[in-house]
């Protein structure tokens, strides 16, 4: 699957000019969308949250594919509005759109996460200091509404495994690996939470 397919366009890469928390912007190649969603299914019923979502690459892939919820939250504005404008592409030629992508303008961190929210898809969007207020906002949302929620990590740093694995209740199920042999970091994580 390619962004023609989808009439959309997700490539290139944007840096944040004068930020520290927020990393640059590069979508997740399809190859490894593919490898992991090969091995790891989502129903129509999840409701993923993909934070740092860019121009939308995984939130069309994960609508095309599963025809699940999707919600793309960006902080960029110029990123997010390439974001907008590929959601206006993407819905004119699909002609069954149901309603289940959403795009929000704004930080993780100040995310209200809801609680439909399953699935959350990270891809190393932001700093350590952030990344623990979005983690703790998604622990918040589940002391409130308690469910099953999975967190799907994409090219992690140490600094958010050791979180992850030494300060939260999550539990890692499974890594998978992509057809990138040449990045030890180019895998991912998938962590599970059960009430």
């Given amino acids: 699957m390619k962004d023609k397919l989808l009439k959309i366009k997700t490539g290139g890469i944007r840096d944040w000019r004068n ?3 927020y990393n640059r912007y590069e ?5 490894s969308l593919k490898a992991l969603f090969k091995q790891h299914q989502l129903s129509e019923d999840d409701h993923v949250v993909d934070f740092g979502s860019g121009k939308g690459r995984v939130v069309f892939y994960l609508h095309y594919k599963f025809n699940c919820y999707v919600k793309g939250i960006e902080a ?6 390439e974001g907008i404008e590929n ?8 002609k069954d759109y149901n309603n289940r992508i959403s795009f929000k303008l704004g930080t993780a961190e100040g995310y209200q996460v809801r609680r439909e929210d399953n699935v959350f898809y990270l891809f190393h969007p932001f ?4 990344f623990k207020k979005v983690i703790t906002n998604i622990l918040s949302s589940l002391k409130e509404h308690p469910r099953s929620v999975t967190l799907i990590l994409f ?3 140490s600094e958010y495994l050791d979180f992850i694995d030494n300060h939260t209740p999550f539990v890692l199920k499974m890594r998978i690996k992509t057809p990138n042999k040449t990045d030890r970091k180019q895998h991912f994580l998938i962590y599970q939470y059960e009430p």
């Fill in 127 to 130: 700093s350590i200091t952030i």
């Fill in 76 to 81: 960029n504005p110029l990123t997010y509005d």
């Fill in 27 to 31: 979508p997740t190649p399809y190859r």
């Fill in 19 to 21: 930020h520290n928390h």
């Fill in 155 to 157: 090219y992690t740093i």
């Fill in 87 to 94: 959601l206006h592409s993407y819905l004119y030629h699909k």
